[in-house]
């Protein structure tokens, strides 16, 4: 089995992340985030063009499973490691051949993007945080939040592995009662503030 990462475009240019007007400048930026990743095995780079890219389907984050007769047996349109994992051992399993766990997988997984995000956001500052501020307010502050949260969301939002089917039932359960707890504090602070009606005086008329 072996990894490779295309570097295809610079997805948060700024300052000091300009977008590529060279090929040396994208093979320059190719060896930096090998580094800076420190990444163990194979980083190519696409062309100037983006051709690789466009074949490929031309997304942001996209991952893709090559069986052993050189056919995708798995397309994963939004990189989640535990998805990738559950595939890769379904691919085993088959002999490395054929699709796998139903061949796509659609799914937004936006969870490690926010925890992680950051760091690609950081480079291209103070640019990129305008930029994607303005496509979709709210989702730069956000991933800035859910970085410096990362210390406590990492061991799940990044983990490797998909969860096992009781830490499913424990975070189920757990929403669960977060919901409840909530409805509750929305109804009681609702009944708090609604108005309350004054009896009358029978004899006077007046509202006390």
Same mark, same amino acid.
């Given at each position: 089995m072996?990894?490779?990462?295309?570097?295809?475009?610079?997805?948060?240019?700024?300052?000091?992340?300009?977008?590529?007007?060279?090929f040396?400048?994208?093979?320059r930026?190719?060896?930096?985030?090998?580094?800076?990743?420190?990444?163990?095995?194979?980083?190519?780079?696409?062309?100037?063009?983006?051709?690789?890219?466009?074949?490929? /389907? /031309?997304?942001?984050?996209?991952?893709? @499973?090559?069986?052993?007769?050189?056919?995708?047996?798995?397309?994963?349109?939004?990189?989640?490691?535990?998805?990738?994992?559950?595939?890769?051992?379904?691919?085993?399993?088959?002999?490395?051949?054929?699709?796998?766990?139903? /061949?796509?997988?659609?799914?937004?997984?936006?969870?490690?993007?926010?925890?992680?995000g950051?760091?690609?956001?950081?480079?291209?500052?103070?640019?990129?945080l305008?930029? @994607?501020?303005?496509?979709?307010?709210?989702?730069?502050?956000?991933?800035?939040?859910?970085?410096?949260?990362?210390?406590?969301?990492?061991?799940?939002?990044l983990?490797?592995?998909?969860?096992?089917?009781?830490?499913?039932?424990?975070?189920?359960? /757990?929403?669960?009662?977060?919901?409840?707890?909530?409805?509750?504090?929305?109804?009681?602070?609702?009944?708090?503030?609604?108005?309350?009606?004054?009896?009358?005086?029978?004899?006077?008329?007046?509202?006390?």
């Open positions: 072996h990894f490779v990462d295309v570097v295809i475009r610079q997805a948060h240019p700024g300052p000091d992340a300009p977008a590529y007007h060279s040396e400048e994208k093979m930026d190719a060896e930096r985030y090998q580094r800076e990743e420190g990444i163990a095995w194979t980083v190519l780079v696409d062309d100037l063009e983006g051709t690789a890219h466009q074949v490929y /389907g /031309g997304l942001a984050d996209p991952t893709y @499973i090559i069986d052993s007769d050189g056919r995708v047996a798995f397309y994963n349109m939004w990189t989640h490691a535990p998805t990738l994992h559950t595939s890769l051992e379904m691919l085993t399993k088959q002999g490395g051949r054929g699709v796998v766990n139903g /061949g796509i997988d659609q799914t937004p997984h936006l969870l490690p993007s926010m925890t992680d950051w760091k690609g956001l950081r480079r291209g500052l103070p640019q990129s305008i930029d @994607i501020e303005t496509a979709a307010p709210t989702v730069g502050i956000s991933t800035w939040l859910g970085y410096q949260l990362r210390p406590l969301t990492a061991p799940l939002t983990r490797a592995k998909p969860l096992p089917t009781s830490a499913k039932i424990g975070l189920g359960v /757990g929403a669960a009662a977060l919901l409840l707890l909530g409805a509750k504090a929305l109804t009681r602070d609702r009944r708090s503030y609604a108005p309350r009606r004054r009896r009358s005086n029978a004899r006077t008329g007046r509202r006390r």
